[in-house]
């Protein structure tokens, strides 16, 4: 079975710093891919980023990058230069292997980040 | 573009009424579709999903239901509800490729008193 963690349960940074969220994973598929979303107070989840299990660089997309560390099994989360609007929970998620029955995501836990002005 | 819409945003029932949840998906056709339910302060659970008209998976046992009468349209029922089933609700689709996001609906705040 495939499990996401993310061990943070909150985290502060100061505005203009940059920050890691935490993710690490376990699978026994060779092939997967890696998806981080936002979501904040209002409830709605942006999709922020994606890694595939094959890609050779990390995955980067604007102010956020992907730390991926395939050995370690960890797709941790940078964002550089935050913003007060970054403020919201962080979700980690992995697509469910080579599937042909739907693009499923098994999300981790999620982290509370807070940004102090 | 795409656009999922889905309704209503909150949502008050009694302990064994039954519910509708609808959503649906505009711009793009023979989507993926998904329910998932949010605890409060929790990550996302998978509750069901489709790849066609017609074709319902379930992830996990529950009073809950789904159906997909059109191509975009996804509907989450209940018969009675049970007090455990308040959270928040959403809906999303994505495109058949591997690294396609799931793309999500607003929600529905559910609270069964």
């Known amino acids: 079975a495939q499990k996401i963690t993310q061990t943070q349960p909150g985290m502060f940074v100061q505005e203009k710093e940059a920050v890691t969220l935490d993710c690490t994973y376990d699978?026994?598929?060779?092939?997967?891919?890696l998806f981080w979303y936002k979501q904040p107070s209002s409830g709605e989840m942006i999709f922020l980023i994606y890694?595939?299990?094959?890609?050779?660089q990390n995955a980067t997309e604007g102010r956020y990058s992907l730390n991926f560390q395939k050995a370690r099994k960890s797709a941790n989360l940078v964002i550089s230069a935050s913003q007060l609007g970054d403020s919201a929970m962080y979700f980690c998620?992995?697509?469910?292997?080579?599937?042909?029955?739907?693009?499923?995501?098994?999300f981790g836990g999620g982290t509370r980040l807070m940004v102090k002005p | 573009s795409q656009t999922i819409h889905q309704w209503p945003a909150t949502l008050v029932q009694p302990v064994g009424s039954p519910l509708s949840l609808e959503c649906t998906v505009e711009?793009?056709?023979?989507?993926?579709l998904y329910w998932y339910r949010q605890a409060a302060g929790r990550g996302l659970q998978l509750l069901f999903y489709?790849?066609?008209?017609?074709?319902i998976s379930s992830e996990v046992p529950q009073n809950l239901s789904a159906s997909r009468p059109q191509d975009r349209q996804f509907i989450l029922s209940s018969k009675k509800l049970l007090l455990s089933d308040s959270g928040f609700y959403l809906c999303?689709?994505?495109?058949?490729?591997?690294?396609?996001?799931?793309?999500f609906g607003n929600g529905t705040r559910l609270t069964v008193t």
């Open positions: 699978t026994s598929d060779p092939s997967y891919g």
């Open positions: 489709s790849v066609g008209i017609g074709q």
């Open positions: 999303a689709w994505s495109a058949g490729q591997r690294n396609s996001p799931l793309h």
């Open positions: 998620a992995m697509r469910r292997g080579n599937n042909n029955a739907g693009n499923m995501l098994t």
């Open positions: 711009g793009t056709s023979n989507p993926n």
């Open positions: 890694q595939g299990s094959y890609d050779q």
